[in-house]
DNA sequence: TGGCAGGGTCATA
DNA sequence: TATGACCCTGCC
């Protein structure tokens, strides 16, 4: 099935499948993405305020897709808000269109364990590895895709096998997490109605996911937009913007972000991380 | 060819 | 609270 979603204003569709929240978006040749979201494939593609979607989906097609690119969120509105902090202005106009994917907790878990002292092309091919092993095959356009694999086909993994995932050390991340996950000795759908501390404290009880996982999860998939992941990137773009490039400890960077940028913290991470990435990268 | 860094976490002191 | 180890990969 094939939609066009029109007037869709701001997307930037390269940023918000290149930009470090999703890592299963692959960019084709003819400028399209195409992603896995849970059993479905999907490829998009954009056209100035045109998004043109073909997927496999069957049921509930468009409620699908305005459900994961957060369609119907006034991004405008939060984007002339966070332009309301003039340091964010120049990372807001230069990343207009970044959204927040609402993204499944338990595949946004594993892929932030795996992203741990990891860079984003290991990160992709470790998942990558994980679902061809491990997920299940969804045939599209004449080619294979495959699933990110259920929370008991992981636990069941052997933490060798996990090895040929290229995810090295946090082979036992992944099955420990995926094991109290399983036997729901934790429950993410739970987790996502706690209070803000609480569900962090609950998360940071898995296997490999300590306070910036924990974040990176609250905000990507469970719409806690308080949440503030501070890696390397935001500590940089933090310490660069508010204390003269002078090294700071992340719990002053977390305490300060949070303050100044209260329910709007998760928004103003994914400008500024975007926007430092790409500045440092391209010079 | 070898050293280093990459979207941190964990164990130890 | 502060340090160092940790798998693997690509880049210089």
Redesign the pocket.
């Known amino acids: 099935m094939i939609t066009v979603f029109e007037n869709i204003y701001p997307f930037d569709l390269e940023a918000i499948a290149e930009?470090?929240?999703a890592f299963r978006w692959k960019l084709q040749n003819d400028g399209s993405y195409i992603g896995v979201v849970g059993q479905y494939v999907i490829k998009a593609l954009q056209q100035g305020d045109k998004l043109k979607i073909e997927s496999n989906i069957e049921q509930g097609f468009n409620n699908v897709i305005e459900e994961y690119f957060d369609l119907q969120r006034d991004y405008k509105a939060i984007e002339n808000q966070l332009s309301l902090y003039e340091e964010l202005v120049p990372a807001v106009k230069y990343c207009s269109g970044y959204r927040v994917l609402r993204q499944e907790p338990w595949e946004t878990t594993i892929s932030f364990i795996i992203?741990?002292?990891?860079?984003?092309?290991?990160i992709k091919?470790s998942i990558e590895l994980l679902c061809r092993l491990y997920g299940e095959p969804i045939v599209f356009g004449g080619k294979t895709f495959y699933s990110f694999p259920t929370p008991d086909s992981l636990a069941r993994a052997c933490e060798t096998d996990l090895?040929d995932t290229?995810?090295?050390?946090?082979a036992r991340?992944i099955k420990g997490a995926a094991e109290m996950i399983a036997c729901k000795d934790i429950d993410l759908v739970k987790i996502k109605d706690l209070p803000a501390l609480e569900a962090k404290r609950e998360l940071?009880r898995?296997?490999?996911?300590?306070?910036?996982?924990?974040d990176?999860i609250l905000l990507y998939s469970m719409q806690r937009f308080d949440a503030i992941?501070v890696?390397?990137?935001i500590k940089r773009a933090l310490e660069n913007l508010y204390f003269k490039g002078e090294n700071t400890?992340l719990k002053t960077l977390q305490t300060f972000a949070k303050e100044r940028f209260g329910p709007m913290a998760g928004f103003a991470q994914q400008y500024l991380?975007h926007y430092f990435r790409t500045i440092r990268s391209t010079g």
């Open positions: 930009g470090g929240q992203s741990a002292n990891n860079n984003i092309r290991n091919n090895g290229r995810c090295g050390y946090r991340y940071i898995l296997p490999g996911v300590g306070p910036k996982v924990a990176c992941p890696d390397v990137w400890s991380f």
